[in-house]
């Protein structure tokens, strides 16, 4: 197990902790909103559920019925979880609306707290460690989780707030605009998976000017031909290249066969995540 997996297994491991440790705090204590922000906290680790569970599933082989592999069915799985996440965030809003105001327990603030501290250095340890390994993925995921207890901090101080309700009484509403805030970024996060993934399952093809370039720049070394048009499209952890070409009318067909073999190759060795080629070779008149 790499170093960048064991890490974001214990941040899963521990964020999950942390959540569950919310969820039931903010049930026995009576917040909402510490409730929503433990859903909020799982709904955000749903997208490294999706890589692990979706990226296990799609590299499974190609068959007969599947001649490009099962690579989609990472963002199917992706879609159900959307799904679900925006029926949480919305049940969260509608239930807070319709029902009754409560004071939450003063422990709670000590449970928000404790959440609070853990996520900052959960996220310091990821960010020391992705910098330790030069690691993009993991440097941004600990600022991720930095982020995520912006939450928490909401909670802690709508508690304080509600508390004082007894001088200001609008004060008693503080748990229901920390929730239903909480409860906006949950339908957000699901909404952005589900609209990523939506495009990616119709067959989004991938808009990267630099690397169509340089997967150009790679096809133009072979002599006598010309690119018409050329698509990426993602097929969950692999790429499909899909390309029309034409090449001189006067190649014999052995000769055109072998041009698109050695392009297949240099493409395939330029990024590893190409693993299926398509090209349609179209004639020309030119000598």
Known sequence: MSAVTKTMVVSMIVNVFLSLIKIISG??????????DGIHSISDLSTDIIAIIGNKLSLKPADN????????????????????????????????????TVIPKVWVLIVSFITIISK???????IKQGKRINSTILIASGYESRSDAVGSIGVFLSVIVMHLSSYINIF???????????AILIIKTGFNILKENIGLLLGEQLIDEDYLQK?????????????????ILRNGPYNHLVATITMNNFMSLEEAHDK???????????????????IHVVPTIDK
């Open 120 to 126: 900052y250095f959960l996220s310091s340890f990821i």
């Open 27 to 36: 049930i026995l204590g009576s917040c909402n909103s510490l409730i929503a």
């Open 172 to 182: 008693k509403y503080a748990d229901k605009v920390a929730t239903i805030i909480i």
């Open 65 to 100: 019925k599947h001649p490009y592999g099962h690579g989609k069915i990472e963002y199917l799985t992706s879609l159900i979880i959307s799904i679900v996440i925006l029926f949480l965030g919305f049940s969260i809003i509608y239930n807070t609306i319709n029902r009754q």
């Open 215 to 231: 997967i150009k720049n790679i096809i133009y070394e072979e002599e006598d031909l010309k690119i018409k048009n050329i698509h």
């Open 260 to 278: 698109i073999d050695l392009i297949e190759l240099k493409v395939k060795e330029y990024d590893e995540k190409i693993k299926y080629v398509t």
